[in-house]
């Protein structure tokens, strides 16, 4: 029966087998389930925004990273590029501090927690700009390592595969065809 807004039920006693008109509230029950739920979304919201600021942080140290590398990489676009993501943080972090405020932490704490989850951008960044400066003389050693590895792909499967259909040589010749056009472009485009 609802009464004054509040849902109780009758309840059926263990010891006898009949009803007695016995009220229970609901209401704890119902509260407490969703301020679980509301909980678990506020967490998930403060994750998914943490997790986002991961590959912003990447993207300002790789611009900064890349400064002089070509003539479009410059200290000012990294600026430019840390300054507009800089501004954008700003709601992000409303966006963690509010809910955590409105489910009854205190404001400093809501301030703080919204600041930590802006805080793996540097962290990120410091990575993106190290990666583009320990990458750059390791490129060509992986670029050669990925066309080696297709190389042998085409050999060890490909080509045995062709074996079986009775094309096998037609395979073989055309996949060193196929490699002497390459690196004919590699050496003529350079």
């Known amino acids: 029966k609802v009464e004054n807004g509040e849902v109780y039920q009758r309840r059926r006693t263990p010891n006898t087998g009949h009803t007695e ?7 704890p029950q119902e509260q407490m389930s969703q301020s679980g739920s509301s909980w678990r979304r506020i967490v998930l919201l403060i994750l998914a925004i943490t997790i986002h600021n991961i590959p912003e942080g990447l993207a300002v140290g790789v611009g900064f990273g890349a400064v002089g590398k070509t003539p479009s990489a410059t200290f000012e676009s990294a600026r430019n590029l840390a300054i507009g993501i800089g501004i954008q ?14 489910s009854g932490m205190s404001t400093w704490r ?3 927690y919204g600041q ?10 410091l990575l993106g700009a190290v990666a583009v400066v320990l990458a750059e003389p390791l490129l ?5 390592f990925a066309a080696g590895a297709m190389v042998y792909v085409v050999v060890d499967d490909i080509i045995p595969e062709a074996q079986v259909s009775g094309n096998g040589k037609l395979a073989s010749w055309t ?3 196929g490699f002497v056009v390459m690196m004919s472009l590699d050496v003529g485009l350079g």
């Open 175 to 177: 996949s060193i065809l």
């Open 110 to 112: 809501s301030f703080w």
């Open 21 to 27: 008109e016995q009220e229970v509230s609901t209401k």
């Open 116 to 125: 930590l989850s802006g805080m793996v951008e540097p962290l990120a960044g």
């Open 89 to 102: 943080n700003f709601p992000e972090g409303l966006a963690v501090s509010l809910p955590l405020r409105g």
């Open 140 to 144: 060509p050693y992986a670029l050669a």
